[in-house]
């Protein structure tokens, strides 16, 4: 299997990293780090012990938010 250097678009990706979300979105690393921490946040996954962000979910809920 050979390395081409092809990555996927943000806009195409199911689930981000935190500092996929963070660049996406501009909020800071620490600040989405918290919001993952909530009770019931509807946009966590857990690999493992690693939190990634599910996309769709995370504009929804930015989308309704004025303050964060």
Known sequence: MTNDNRSVPISQKLTLT???????SSIG???IDSILRMPNCPFVLY??????VKR????????????I
């Open 56 to 67: 769709r979910e995370f504009e929804q809920f930015i989308s309704r938010k004025l303050t």
């Open 29 to 31: 690393i620490n600040k």
């Open 47 to 52: 690999n493992g012990t690693k939190k990634l």
């Open 18 to 24: 935190i500092k996929e979300t963070a660049e996406y």
